[in-house]
């Protein structure tokens, strides 16, 4: 077998409120990351409880072509040595996603090099490439974001299945809103894994995030009204509401939910590798509670590092890779959405 020449990808991520750009070498058997660029705008969404999508977009080109150029400083390469662009042009917030397809559209029809567009869900699922050498499809994998909850059948590199979704928030989105209840600034969900630690994880019985019906969906926003009605009603009679307790158990809510429709998952998909990704992923109580449920179970298990756990452009370069091979480039046409399978 011709063992396939190494590709040097740049990678654009811009879907939210992080700006990134990312270099990575990729070849049969060699997965590396040669820079990593991540600017955030947390702190000015903080300000307004949340993203603007306006100001996200306003922030992304600010940033993109000084972050790019620190991506391939920092791999110590030019622009002339880069045999693909890969950038991320759905799902997301649709003036976000502009910037960065804009701009990588811009890079890669100046330079005559394949446009890759990736879909942000894959991108998350191929942190996972870049970790762990030994990964391949197919296995089963668990997106977890602030805007994602799915589950889904990862076929091949390119060929993916959606078997179970939330149908209204997403995990990290109930996370983020139960915090800011709370009085903890946006995106909760870090401090909210921090306070669960502390806390006793059956002080309350909150209500599933597993819908009951037989499928393999979820509904967070019936479990995050409950807890966020309860933290009003100790507002209301002027008492403190225990923190600690009430994020060990909304958390332990969430992870019996996920086992469960986990269970339900492997039932009729018998995967024996199971793969957890997305912002929510860095949730230490999800890592441990997977990587039990996988060891009793018999099941291989991945999660990224923390450090490519949210959005980064890395992740959106590796599975460029994946794509271009699959022959999935495109061409100056291109289009950003903000919804898409
Ligand atoms: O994947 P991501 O960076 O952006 C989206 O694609 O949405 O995910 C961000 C989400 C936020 O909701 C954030 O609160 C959540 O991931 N998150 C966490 C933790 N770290 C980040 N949620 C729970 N525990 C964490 N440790
Ligand atoms: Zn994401």
């Given at each position: 077998?011709?063992?396939?020449?190494?590709?040097?990808?740049?990678?654009?991520?811009?879907?939210?409120?992080?700006?990134?750009?990312?270099?990575?070498?990729?070849?049969?058997?060699?997965?590396?990351?040669?820079?990593?660029?991540?600017?955030?705008?947390?702190?000015?969404?903080?300000?307004?409880?949340?993203?603007?999508?306006?100001?996200?977009?306003?922030?992304?080109?600010?940033?993109v072509s000084g972050i790019t150029y620190e991506s391939l400083e920092t791999a110590g390469i030019t622009m002339s040595d880069i045999d693909a662009i890969g950038v991320t042009n759905r799902p997301g917030l649709i003036g976000a996603l502009l910037v960065g397809l804009s701009f990588g559209k811009s890079l890669a029809v100046s330079r005559g090099i394949p446009l890759v567009p990736v879909h942000h869900i894959r991108g998350h699922i191929a942190a996972n490439y870049l970790a762990h050498a030994e990964l391949e499809p197919p296995f089963l994998a668990l997106v977890v974001s602030g805007g994602h909850t799915s589950l889904i059948e990862v076929k091949d590199y390119t060929t993916f299945q959606t078997i179970g979704r939330t149908r209204d928030d997403a995990m990290g989105e109930a996370f983020d809103k139960v915090a800011r209840v709370m009085g903890i600034p946006y995106p909760g969900g870090a401090e909210m894994d921090r306070l669960a630690s502390l806390g006793d994880p059956t002080a309350f019985a909150f209500p599933s995030a597993a819908i009951p019906d037989g499928s393999l969906d979820f509904s967070f926003s019936g479990l995050k009204t409950h807890v966020i009605n309860l933290l009003h009603r100790y507002e209301q009679k002027g008492e403190p509401f225990p923190k600690e307790d009430i994020a060990a158990s909304f958390t332990a809510t969430v992870l019996h939910s996920v086992t469960k429709k986990l269970s339900a998952a492997l039932a009729s998909y018998p995967y024996r590798t199971l793969v957890l990704a997305g912002g929510v992923s860095a949730n230490s109580h999800l890592r441990s509670a997977l990587q039990s449920y996988a060891e009793k179970n018999g099941l291989r298990f991945y999660v990224p590092p923390r450090s490519l756990c949210g959005d980064n452009a890395a992740m959106i370069a590796a599975q460029a890779y994946y794509e271009c091979l699959a022959g999935h480039v495109a061409d100056a046409s291109l289009n950003a959405f903000a919804c898409g399978e």
């Open positions: 077998m011709t063992r396939r020449k190494t590709m040097i990808i740049l990678g654009i991520e811009s879907s939210c409120d992080e700006t990134s750009a990312a270099v990575v070498d990729m070849a049969d058997g060699k997965r590396t990351s040669l820079s990593n660029i991540v600017a955030s705008q947390i702190e000015t969404h903080a300000l307004y409880g949340g993203v603007v999508p306006e100001i996200a977009g306003r922030a992304h080109i600010e940033a």
